[in-house]
Nanobody, 124 residues
Framework: QVQLVESGGGLVQAGGSLRLSCAAS????????MGWFRQAPGNEREFVAG????????RYADSVKGRFTISRDSAKNTVYLQMNNLKPEDTAVYYC?????????????????WGQGTQVTVSS
């Protein structure tokens, strides 16, 4: 059973930075994809960024390109989301997720396991 635990959320001013972490356990993570999603109050959950374990291929939502960077540390079974130049509209609960797909997809239906989420709040 895959378990995912996010950390690193918090309150930050606009223009600031945060780094989210997602510690994964329960299997050997040499394949599959990891994704970050977010959900703001009243909104649907949306894709933020994804990475393929095998070769670090990445994908980003247009809204975060150039500001967010996803990376992974295989030795630690951990995926990171470095968020720079944060904006108030980035405020949301951020979730990491794991899927067995070989394609880094933005569809949440391709992800089988989810963390509990971490709150990110960006003040103006």
């Amino acid at each position: 059973q895959v378990q995912l635990v996010e950390s690193g959320g918090g309150l930050v001013q606009a223009g600031g930075s945060l780094r989210l972490s997602c510690a994964a356990s329960g299997r050997t993570f040499s394949s599959g994809i990891m994704g970050w999603f977010r959900q703001a109050p009243g909104n649907e959950r949306e894709f933020v960024a994804g990475i393929r374990w095998s070769d670090r291929t990445t994908r980003y939502a247009d809204s975060v390109k150039g500001r967010f960077t996803i990376s992974r540390d295989s030795a630690k079974n951990t995926v990171y989301l470095q968020m720079n130049n944060l904006k108030p509209e980035d405020t949301a609960v951020y979730y990491c997720a794991f899927g067995r797909s070989v394609v880094v997809t933005a569809s949440e239906y391709a992800y089988d396991y989810w963390g509990q989420g971490t709150q990110v709040t960006v003040s103006s």
